[in-house]
């Protein structure tokens, strides 16, 4: 297992397209996360999963975003009718959760979102 | 609402000198975790240290080290023998028992040769 992998890395769309990012965590972690980081900033949470539950959301995270889990295992994060305040870096982080809970969290590279 | 406060945007300091970067936060809770992250330039975060709050020694991983007030809610580290190679952006985060982690603005560390 090589780490939490991201895709695409980097994203470039006109505003009001539709963007899908994708990430697949470390095999034997159970929780997700996904947060948005701009430049110089530190990440900003937006959303997490337990397995396929999402146990909670930003208010940061629109209407315009949804994030999926569907098996457990990779996950997505759609966001519609994009916007030039969507660009941004979304990071994917995972961990282990409940009984192996450590607090550690292992980040990807990222996706680099640039709205034009 | 858990906050945590990095007050200091950027710092720099010299090769194999000791520096000192800030993070205080704010919370109610009483079981929670406190971590260092670092970013560096175009690369991914990775873990620094981590303390549990319980936990009254403060955590120390090599060069790296914490100091921990639980009743000031002050968290620093404080880096030893400073390498080139710790040039990147520090981030204190904060996470209560089983639930998501919060982070801090940054502090901009240049370690100069």
């Known amino acids: 297992d090589t780490g939490v992998s991201q895709d695409p890395r980097h994203k470039i769309t006109k505003r009001g397209q539709n963007v899908t990012f994708r990430c697949d965590p470390i095999?034997?972690?159970?929780?997700l996360y996904w947060y948005r980081q701009t430049l110089g900033q530190g990440p900003e949470f937006l959303t997490y999963?337990?397995?396929?539950?999402?146990?909670?959301k930003s208010r940061l995270l629109s209407d315009r975003f949804s994030a999926e889990r569907p098996k457990g295992s990779f996950s997505t994060l759609e966001i519609q009718r994009t916007e030039q305040g969507d660009s941004a870096m979304y990071l994917c982080?995972?961990?282990?959760?409940?009984?192996?809970?450590?607090?550690?969290?292992?980040f990807g590279e990222g996706s680099r979102l640039t709205v034009l | 609402a858990q906050t945590v406060t990095q007050s200091q945007p950027e710092m720099s300091v010299q090769e194999a000198e000791t520096v000192t970067l800030s993070c205080t936060y704010d919370?109610?809770?009483?079981?929670?975790?406190l971590f260092w992250y670092k970013q560096p330039p175009s690369r991914q975060m990775i873990l620094v240290i981590r303390?549990?709050?319980?936990?009254?020694q403060n955590a120390t991983e090599n060069r790296f080290s914490v100091n921990f007030q639980k009743a000031a809610k002050s968290f620093s580290l404080k880096i030893s023998d400073s390498q080139l190679g710790d040039t990147a952006m520090y981030f204190c985060?904060?996470?209560?028992?089983?639930?998501?982690?919060?982070f801090g603005a940054g502090t901009r560390l240049t370690v100069k040769p």
């Open positions: 982080a995972s961990s282990l959760g409940l009984a192996g809970f450590t607090g550690e969290l292992f």
């Open positions: 095999s034997e972690h159970n929780r």
């Open positions: 999963f337990q397995n396929e539950a999402q146990l909670e």
């Open positions: 919370t109610s809770e009483n079981n929670y975790y």
């Open positions: 303390q549990e709050a319980y936990k009254q």
């Open positions: 985060a904060f996470m209560k028992h089983n639930n998501d982690m919060r």
